[in-house]
């Protein structure tokens, strides 16, 4: 009898704290599958912000050396947009000069863009970028004004921009003001130096329309 009336006392014990370990299980796997969930849906916006992302090229510079202007490469500058917005403005160049093949890219998102942040393309193993684009205040996810700064041995040549979009809702640099004989299609530029580090633009042309 006692035996029995024992085994009925742990029973009662016992049975809140299995509950309890399996009230946790079923949490833990509960959580687990929220988890899975968040995830699933994170990873599909991902895709689809992905999916949204639009390459617009702005501007491709042609890029020569030395006085005799032998074709040295070639930059593009150009914008990430989603759903119209501006996501980053980015650099991409190959160049060749005294024998050494560099490919440089470098890109800016909007936030660094939104603070001051400039795009710059340095020549390898340069002090200072030959060219720079720093946004001026109050450049946002629409664009506006910048200015480009193109190293001249001793100091920055300086040029305003504004990255805009056209009537036809496309993005496009214009040279000063925004009008479309201000429409930018083209840059040129001479680097000239005795070697790669040192380089600095002899020359340039900002071409319009």
């Known amino acids: 009898m006692k035996n029995i009336i024992g085994l009925f006392i742990a029973i009662l014990l016992f049975t809140p704290v299995l509950k309890a370990e399996d ?18 849906n994170i990873n599909a916006l991902n895709q689809v912000s992905e999916a949204n992302k639009v390459r617009v090229d702005l501007i491709e510079a042609k890029i020569s050396y030395g006085m005799l202007g032998i074709g ?45 942040q400039p795009l710059e393309f340095f020549m390898d193993g340069a002090a200072q970028p030959t060219l720079r684009v720093r946004p001026g205040q109050g450049f946002n996810e629409a664009g506006g004004v910048a200015t480009v700064e193109i190293w001249n041995g001793r100091s920055y040549d300086k040029e305003t921009i ?16 925004v009008a479309r004989t201000n429409e930018v299609t083209g ?10 580090s040192s380089m600095y633009v002899g020359g340039y042309k900002i071409e319009t329309r």
Do not use: F, P, W
């Not at 009230?23 to 699933?40: H, P």
């Not at 504004?162 to 003001?177: D, F, R, V, W």
């Open 23 to 40: 009230d946790c299980i079923s949490c833990a796997n509960t959580l687990q599958v929220i988890d899975r969930g968040l995830e699933q």
């Open 187 to 196: 840059l040129s530029i001479n680097v000239r130096g005795m070697s790669v």
């Open 162 to 177: 504004n990255i805009s979009k056209n009537l036809g809702n496309q993005y496009k640099i214009y040279h000063g003001n």
């Open 72 to 116: 040295a490469g070639r930059a593009k500058i150009y914008l990430t947009v989603s759903d119209g917005k501006l996501v980053d403005l980015n650099i991409d160049a190959r160049v060749g000069v005294l024998g050494i093949n560099s490919d440089i890219s470098q890109k800016v998102t909007i936030d660094r863009l939104k603070r001051g």
